[in-house]
């Protein structure tokens, strides 16, 4: 996705993966409103800037669940095409889990909220936090 950006927090052994907008919620802004908005934590500016300086605690207080959890919440949302007659290759883990196929699609009545939703599954299975930072000029 475009206008987004990866990167590591914290020292060896205790690192994170983030994915992030550059700005607000970015191409994830579909999602606000949404039963699925809870999956990106909004986070602190402080709190953030602190695990850029190496203290990852503050951060993990504000993040919540880790990925494999919030993976948990959305195994209830089989692939679109898994079903064995319009998909070839339809395995017992096409749902979102740690082992997501990568041909994975979200099955959602929008198709945006389903691309942002698809691409946070995948980040989630990659064990990558994906979260928003909040506006200092609010």
Known sequence: ??????????????????????????PWAALQGTEFESLVPQVSLASHQHAVYGWLNPLRKELGNPPDALLRKLQTYPCKLANPDDCRI???????CAKVPICYEFPHLNSEVANILTYLVRCYAEKRWCFVLESPYV
């Open 90 to 96: 339809a395995t017992r883990w096409c749902y979102p």
């Open 1 to 26: 996705m475009e206008r987004l950006t990866r990167y590591t927090l914290g020292v060896d052994p205790e690192t994170i993966q983030v994915v992030r907008p550059l700005d607000g919620w970015g």
